[in-house]
Nanobody, 124 residues
Framework: QVQLVESGGGLVQAGGSLRLSCAPS????????MAWFRQTPGKERDVVAA????????HYADSVKGRFIISRGNGLNTVYLQMNRLKPEDTAVYYC?????????????????WGQGTQVTVSA
């Protein structure tokens, strides 16, 4: 059973930083596209940032451009989300996603594997 294991969420004050990590358990994802989504109660799960298989292409939601950075490490097997200058509106459950196809993707339907989610709370 393939699993994505997320870590790094928590409580932070507005203006602070957090770094989320996502690594697979059960196989490697070096050739997979990956992404971070977030969801708040009653809302749809929306893409925050996406990255292609080798890290050469990235996509960011307008609301996080210039503040968040998505990257890959550990032989492309791990994906990170560096979140800077956090705002209260960034509060959400953040999900890591992976898919065996290699190009960028921003829709939930384009990802086959999901993590369990990690809570990020930004206080004013």
């Amino acid at each position: 059973q393939v699993q994505l294991v997320e870590s790094g969420g928590g409580l932070v004050q507005a203006g602070g930083s957090l770094r989320l990590s996502c690594a697979p358990s059960g196989r490697t994802f070096g050739s997979y596209r990956m992404a971070w989504f977030r969801q708040t109660p009653g809302k749809e799960r929306d893409v925050v940032a996406a990255i292609n298989w080798n890290g050469g292409s990235t996509h960011y939601a307008d609301s996080v451009k210039g503040r968040f950075i998505i990257s890959r490490g550990n032989g492309l097997n791990t994906v990170y989300l560096q979140m800077n200058r956090l705002k209260p509106e960034d509060t959400a459950v953040y999900y890591c996603a992976a898919d065996r196809r290699s190009g960028l993707a921003t829709m939930t339907t384009e990802y086959d594997h999901w993590g369990q989610g990690t809570q990020v709370t930004v206080s004013a």
